[in-house]
């Protein structure tokens, strides 16, 4: 079986290698197709890979191309983990929101819509190829925003596509690590959209052990819930995704951006040309150890500062850039995205039914959304396909902030497909963190402007 990663030249690809190696005998892996439009990176992080899989004694031929036809051909399971325009049009994307006094962050609010423009026609156009070259092969979507970027590609007709995020089974993790068992042990019911979701029960051998979890200040601190505070947690009486951060501290997440000497953006360009300087002067095939070894220090150093103004553990920039990150990757990090998909990959291959929450067309599980909707939703997953769960009805504020932000993205999807100002003008003075006619005109414009010569002309 052949497995393809597009946007392998990326620096998280290394992490998906070692992830999907793990568990290539289960899934009957042979091949792992690394493709990337950019060759020089793709050289180096393939080499990467290659060192990691030696290290690992596997027998997965693991082969690097810039041809995305030669990269579907023959593939059954495709990521897709791109950033069209490069780091530098992340920059881009939260500098322009933080002039105008809104949140610059890449996925939520302004920056995610910028991130759109350029990831729905990108995206489309590789769903084409799917469509033509292997058809009847799975897509999984890690492309941001990973739920509206899912929501273009089911709009346009590519029912074989699943949003996957690690985030949303971020409850399912911290609930098996804290109570010491699997996580296929652990049955969440997680609702709401990607970035934006919530989780209201957790059942372990029948018990929904949720309610005495999150009236636990221990597990509050010792889990993703520390971003926020106790009372918070409390008052909604449900497991919060961390991003919904941005959305019930608003004004603290712009100032405490602003207030960085550098964006997360910025910060992430320093560090990756960094790595690449030091890869291409090791020479990786020369001495794949020490490589190996400046690349997961590099990773511990990007993760420590994650979110790091929400995080009261968490070192700021000057003093993560001042601090030794070579140590090991610690065993409980879990997955990530790939940890998501090879999920799904079981379920298929080993024919071991799966409870995942997934990026998948609603249809009819939360009451309040159409059903053509992209959700994040608990799904059961098994040789039949990927099933969203019921959920029916949801508290009426987090309906309708599923429902603002759920307006917002169909407004996105119309406008990517029709290039107008109009519609995309409209798409911003819909999201809760913009609303504002004057700014999202303001906003528009400079992101078409900023972003020209990879989406084009707009009407």
Same mark, same amino acid.
């Given at each position: 079986? &052949?497995?393809?990663?597009?946007?392998?030249?990326?620096?998280?690809?290394?992490?998906?290698?070692?992830?999907?190696?793990?568990?290539?005998?289960?899934?009957?892996?042979?091949?792992?197709?690394?493709?990337?439009?950019?060759?020089?990176?793709?050289?180096?992080?393939?080499?990467?890979?290659?060192?990691?899989?030696?290290?690992?004694?596997?027998?997965?031929?693991? +082969?690097?191309? +810039?041809?995305?036809?030669?990269?579907?051909?023959?593939?059954?399971?495709?990521?897709?983990?791109?950033?069209?325009?490069?780091?530098?049009?992340?920059?881009?994307?939260?500098?322009?929101?933080?002039?105008?006094?809104?949140?610059?962050?890449?996925?939520?609010?302004?920056?995610?819509?910028?991130?759109?423009?350029?990831?729905?026609?990108?995206?489309?156009?590789?769903?084409?190829?799917?469509? @033509?070259?292997?058809?009847?092969?799975?897509?999984?979507?890690?492309?941001?925003?990973?739920?509206?970027?899912?929501?273009?590609?089911?709009?346009?007709?590519?029912?074989?596509?699943?949003?996957?995020?690690?985030?949303?089974? @971020?409850?399912?993790?911290?609930?098996?690590?804290?109570?010491?068992?699997?996580?296929?042990?652990? @049955?969440?019911?997680?609702?709401?959209?990607?970035?934006?979701?919530?989780?209201?029960?957790?059942?372990?051998?029948?018990?929904?052990?949720?309610?005495?979890?999150?009236?636990?200040?221990?597990?509050?601190?010792?889990?993703?819930?520390?971003?926020?505070?106790?009372?918070?947690?409390?008052?909604?009486?449900?497991?919060?995704?961390?991003?919904?951060?941005?959305?019930?501290?608003?004004? @603290?997440?712009?100032?405490?951006?602003?207030?960085?000497?550098?964006?997360?953006?910025?910060?992430?360009?320093?560090?990756?040309?960094?790595?690449?300087?030091?890869?291409?002067?090791?020479?990786?095939?020369?001495?794949?150890?020490?490589?190996?070894?400046?690349?997961?220090?590099?990773?511990?150093?990007?993760?420590?500062?994650?979110?790091?103004?929400?995080?009261?553990?968490?070192?700021?920039?000057?003093?993560?850039?001042?601090?030794?990150?070579?140590?090991?990757?610690?065993?409980?990090?879990?997955?990530?995205?790939?940890?998501?998909?090879?999920?799904?990959?079981?379920?298929?291959?080993?024919?071991?039914?799966?409870?995942?929450?997934?990026?998948?067309?609603?249809?009819?599980?939360?009451?309040?959304?159409?059903?053509?909707?992209?959700?994040?939703?608990?799904?059961?997953?098994?040789?039949?396909?990927?099933?969203?769960?019921?959920?029916?009805?949801?508290?009426?504020?987090?309906?309708?902030?599923?429902?603002?932000? &759920?307006?917002?993205?169909?407004?996105?999807?119309?406008?990517?497909? +029709?290039?107008? &100002?109009?519609?995309?003008?409209?798409?911003?003075?819909?999201?809760?963190?913009?609303?504002?006619?004057?700014?999202?005109?303001?906003?528009?414009?400079?992101?078409?402007?900023?972003?020209?010569?990879?989406?084009?002309?707009?009407?």
């Amino acid at each position: 079986m &052949k497995l393809t990663l597009i946007g392998g030249g990326g620096v998280r690809a290394p992490l998906f290698v070692t992830s999907v190696l793990r568990r290539a005998e289960r899934i009957h892996l042979d091949e792992l197709c690394l493709m990337d439009i950019d060759e020089a990176k793709l050289a180096i992080i393939g080499e990467i890979c290659r060192a990691a899989a030696r290290a690992a004694g596997s027998a997965v031929a693991i +082969t690097t191309t +810039t041809d995305p036809r030669a990269a579907i051909q023959d593939a059954r399971y495709i990521v897709t983990s791109i950033r069209a325009g490069g780091d530098r049009g992340r920059v881009l994307d939260e500098r322009i929101a933080l002039r105008h006094g809104v949140l610059g962050q890449e996925t939520t609010g302004p920056g995610g819509f910028a991130m759109a423009l350029r990831s729905i026609p990108a995206l489309l156009g590789y769903a084409d190829l799917i469509a @033509q070259i292997s058809p009847g092969a799975w897509m999984f979507n890690f492309t941001n925003p990973a739920g509206l970027v899912t929501q273009a590609l089911h709009d346009a007709g590519f029912s074989h596509t699943v949003g996957i995020c690690d985030g949303a089974n @971020q409850a399912q993790h911290a609930v098996a690590r804290w109570l010491g068992v699997n996580a296929r042990d652990v @049955q969440t019911e997680v609702y709401g959209l990607n970035h934006l979701s919530w989780a209201r029960r957790a059942w372990v051998d029948g018990k929904d052990v949720l309610p005495d979890l999150l009236a636990d200040p221990a597990f509050l601190s010792a889990s993703d819930l520390r971003v926020f505070e106790p009372d918070l947690v409390r008052l909604m009486g449900v497991w919060l995704n961390e991003y919904l951060f941005y959305y019930y501290y608003a004004e @603290q997440a712009v100032a405490a951006i602003t207030g960085d000497g550098r964006t997360r953006g910025e910060e992430i360009v320093d560090l990756n040309e960094g790595l690449f300087r030091t890869l291409r002067a090791i020479d990786v095939r020369a001495d794949p150890a020490e490589a190996l070894r400046k690349y997961y220090a590099y990773n511990n150093r990007r993760g420590a500062t994650y979110m790091h103004y929400a995080r009261p553990d968490a070192p700021d920039m000057a003093e993560a850039d001042h601090t030794s990150y070579e140590a090991p990757p610690s065993a409980d990090e879990g997955e990530g995205y790939a940890g998501v998909a090879l999920d799904i990959i079981e379920a298929f291959e080993a024919q071991e039914p799966l409870s995942i929450a997934l990026n998948v067309p609603n249809e009819g599980a939360i009451a309040c959304m159409r059903p053509g909707d992209v959700v994040e939703v608990s799904c059961r997953v098994d040789r039949d396909g990927i099933h969203a769960q019921p959920i029916g009805d949801i508290p009426e504020s987090q309906a309708l902030l599923m429902q603002n932000v &759920k307006h917002y993205e169909r407004l996105t999807v119309e406008a990517v497909r +029709t290039r107008s &100002k109009d519609v995309a003008v409209q798409a911003l003075m819909a999201h809760p963190l913009v609303m504002s006619y004057s700014r999202a005109r303001a906003l528009v414009n400079e992101y078409l402007e900023a972003h020209a010569p990879f989406i084009g002309e707009w009407h």
